[in-house]
């Protein structure tokens, strides 16, 4: 059974940066697509960020362009989320989700393998 451990989330300040990491076990493929995913209090989940193993082929959701990098490591199966220049509305629950084949790599409900999330509070 496919097992996601996010980490890395915190508390900063506008402006700071923190590395979110998501490692991946319990399945054999090598590759597979894994998303970065977001959920504030009262809104709907909504993706940020998705990586394809296999070619590193990453999509970015507009509001975090040129500020968030999601990159992987193979080897360790981890996927990881660098969040620079962070804002309050960065403010959110953080989840890590895997899948085979998503039809669309930032929409949440294309993804059936989720981790329980890791929290990230940004103060201005």
């Known amino acids: 059974q496919w097992q996601l451990v996010e980490s890395g989330g915190g508390s900063v300040q506008a402006g700071g940066s923190l590395r979110l990491s998501c490692a991946a076990s319990g399945y054999s493929y090598s590759s597979i697509y894994m998303g970065w995913f977001r959920q504030a209090p009262g809104k709907e989940r909504e993706g940020v960020a998705a990586i394809y193993t296999g070619t590193s082929s990453t999509y970015y959701a507009d509001s975090v362009k040129g500020r968030f990098t999601v990159s992987r490591d193979n080897i360790k199966n981890t996927v990881y989320l660098q969040m620079n220049s962070l804002k309050p509305e960065d403010t959110a629950m953080y989840y890590c989700?895997?899948?085979?084949?998503?039809?669309?790599?930032?929409?949440?409900?294309?993804?059936?393998?989720w981790g329980r999330g890791t929290q990230v509070t940004v103060s201005s």
């Open positions: 989700a895997a899948d085979f084949r998503p039809g669309r790599p930032l929409v949440w409900y294309e993804y059936r393998y």
